[in-house]
């Protein structure tokens, strides 16, 4: 058994990595996706260890973090082609190739702690554990797929759920990002995990544009976003790709900038420092959405850049927006989004001052989970 499992290994595509000895006190693994903000995660958790992360989505990814360092950058390898196979599968070469970086990262050492986001990879890590690669195994659950559609997706929704309720049920701990998430409450050791909040230290100066991160969907309302900037000569910055996108391009205001799928952390924020809002509203924002149980993770990068957000009433965190003063919560209708985008044009610098505060708050409280969980793990 042992050999024909890492034949299966062995057929998946390894990028260029070195070889981790893991010295420090912990040693941490993390299997993520992309989106919530995991780079500045990792070089949080470097505190309490070395911490590999390893990240599956729609590329892959390796980088290696000490002491808030980063040491080691990893090629970002393509993995598009494969993804609806993968969806197809229930995640199945995610739950390979998971288990493939592992084993090329740590040889035959032993992990103290993985941390695995959702299912797919928190699957992984409960192999990991049953084979003695890792002493404990912390279940991240991101998001909760209410059960609708056609025959086929509530099918695949019911199963998909089913198997991040048996993860986490058989995890040492589940870290959600929402209360909202039913399944974390399969284990009675649950926490509601903070996301840290990035600061790319960047400047109020002059911003004249608007910036949006995403994988496109007729639920993030940009027609209407596009006939704001067209009113308003406001230039636009899309950051994402998708068929959607694709269909809706012709209705852009000239000048829009459509810069494709990007993970560099660094073009992300040059694109941002020069946005005064970000664009985060969802037309969906009640219980059959699965935005209203995650984190709107585009916020993240937004606050990373100190760049102010309009948004809907979706997600459990939004109501810090109001409350920080750190953005505009409205309604998903053009007049109220459009007196909200103009309202950060105009005050700005408030809106930028708001967020310092704000992450510092945030992340004050942030250290202090991790402190309390990692004294515990």
């Known amino acids: ?149 056609s025959f086929i997706v509530r099918l695949h929704r019911r199963i998909t759920t089913a198997l991040t309720r048996f993860a986490a049920r058989h995890a040492d701990e589940v870290w959600s990002v929402s209360p909202r998430i039913p399944a974390s409450q399969e284990n009675p050791k649950n926490f509601v995990v903070p996301i840290c909040l990035d600061d790319n230290q960047v400047p109020a100066g002059q911003r004249e544009e608007i910036g949006y991160i995403g994988f496109p969907s007729p639920d993030h309302a940009l027609e209407i976003l596009f006939d704001v900037a067209r009113r308003h000569n406001l230039r636009l ?40 809002c970000g664009y985060a509203v969802y037309r969906n924002t009640g219980a059959q959405s699965y935005s209203y149980y995650g984190i709107p993770s585009k916020t993240f990068y937004y606050f990373a850049s100190n760049t102010p957000v309009v948004t809907t009433n979706t997600a459990h965190f939004t109501q810090n927006i109001e409350k920080f003063g750190v953005g505009r919560v409205v309604e998903p209708q053009p007049e109220q989004i459009e007196a909200a985008v103009l309202q950060l044009k105009e005050h700005f610098q408030q809106y930028y001052d708001a967020i310092q505060h704000f992450r510092q708050t945030w992340n004050a409280a942030v250290e202090q989970f991790h402190q309390e969980r990692f004294s515990e793990l």
């Not at 912990?26 to 390893?54: D, H, P």
């Not at 073009?267 to 420092?273: M, S, Y």
């Open 1 to 149: 058994m042992g050999k024909v499992w890492c034949g299966l290994l062995s057929v998946l595509p390894v990028p260029n990595t070195p070889i981790v000895n893991c010295d420090p006190v912990k040693s941490i693994v993390m299997l993520q996706g992309m989106g919530n903000n995991e780079r500045g995660w990792a070089r949080l958790v470097s505190t309490f260890g070395r911490v590999v992360l390893i990240q599956q989505g729609m590329i892959q990814h390796v980088e290696v973090w000490e002491n808030k360092k980063q040491i080691f950058n990893g090629p970002e390898t393509s993995v598009v082609r494969t993804r609806k196979f993968d969806e197809g599968t229930f995640s199945l070469l995610t739950f390979l190739r998971s288990l493939a970086r592992f084993r090329e990262q740590m040889l035959d050492t032993k992990a103290d702690v993985v941390i695995a986001s959702n299912y797919n990879m928190g699957l992984a890590a409960i192999w990991l554990r049953f084979r003695g690669k890792t002493r404990r195994v912390v279940v991240m659950v991101t998001d909760h797929l209410p059960v609708r559609g």
């Open 237 to 276: 910055n899309i950051i994402g790709q998708s068929p959607y996108l694709d269909s809706i391009r012709a209705q852009a205001p000239a000048g829009t900038v459509f810069h494709g799928t990007l993970n560099d952390p660094v073009k992300i924020n040059e694109i941002l420092a020069r946005c005064f």
